[in-house]
């Protein structure tokens, strides 16, 4: 790892609020279920996060599905009163427009830089948005009828530079199947971007089997997702920002 990568991990880390470095990979919860989990899991999956949310706070009323968003606008109500409340009108690509009195974007920076604001955004924010880069990712999950990995005493768990897969870790303890994720990223998730995903199904799995054996050939299941191709994220997992634009990285949380 060399020293700007050491250097991102570590500042990404603190923005967390991670208690520790330590707590940051692996958490520190005191709850035993949780204790045996790989770091940077959630169990069952993050999809519950938006489905409790629309459950518990939001409403399913309340959502709007296939409006991506245009623009986003601060409009005086009161010409008479400068110092007045302002009003935010939100208008998506499908021609409809929503007022409210706050905007939350939750989306990728690289993705948040394609909205028209008005007022624009201050310039801090502007130069750090257009240096944000996602990483390039495709993401693959295997079932199979046995943990075959851990009759030979394997984790199911690697990291290679080698290709096609750059990680992989046994993830059966979120719906009890014998399940591997992995990802490949990198200069190999563009290579494979360019090839077809039957060709590249056969690679993770020769892969696979030169490492555990040929047990590995006979997946129950195979889901092969290429992050670079999804229209509103274009890449994965997450953006990480240009040389000399840390310094302003603070910035991306501030209130508009």
Not at 98 to 119: D, G, T
Not at 129 to 142: D, E, P, R, V, Y
Not at 215 to 224: D, K, R
Request: include cysteine; charged fraction near 20%; charge should be negative.
């Amino acid at each position: 790892m060399n020293r700007i990568s050491l250097l991102y991990l570590l500042s990404y880390a603190k923005w967390q609020n991670a208690p520790s470095f330590y707590g940051f990979l692996h958490g520190e919860s005191s709850n035993k279920e949780f204790e045996n989990l790989p770091p940077f899991c959630v169990k069952n999956g993050t999809q519950q996060i938006c489905e409790q949310l629309v459950k518990q706070v939001i409403g399913a009323e309340n959502v709007e599905l296939n409006q991506p968003v245009c623009n986003v606008s601060f409009l005086q109500e009161s010409t008479h009163n400068p110092e007045g409340e302002k009003s935010v009108y939100v208008t998506t690509k499908c021609g409809r427009t929503y007022k409210c009195h706050q905007v939350i974007c939750a989306i990728p920076p690289n993705i948040l830089r394609e909205l028209e604001f008005s007022p624009p955004l201050e310039a801090s924010k502007r130069y750090l948005l257009s240096s944000m880069a996602m990483g390039s990712t495709i993401k693959f999950i295997l079932t199979y009828k046995e943990a075959y990995w851990k009759e030979n005493n394997f984790s199911g768990e690697f990291i290679s530079q080698g290709s096609p897969i750059t990680w992989m870790a046994d993830v059966s303890y979120q719906n009890q199947v014998p399940t591997l994720v992995g990802f490949l990223a990198g200069h190999n998730a563009i290579s494979w971007s360019q090839c077809d995903e039957e060709d590249l199904k056969v690679a993770i799995l020769d892969q696979l089997s030169l490492i555990f054996g040929e047990w590995a050939l006979e997946p129950t299941g195979v889901l092969i997702r290429n992050w670079t191709n999804e229209k509103f994220i274009e890449g994965g997992t997450v953006c990480f920002p240009g040389i000399g634009t840390m310094i302003d990285l603070a910035s991306i949380r501030n209130s508009h």
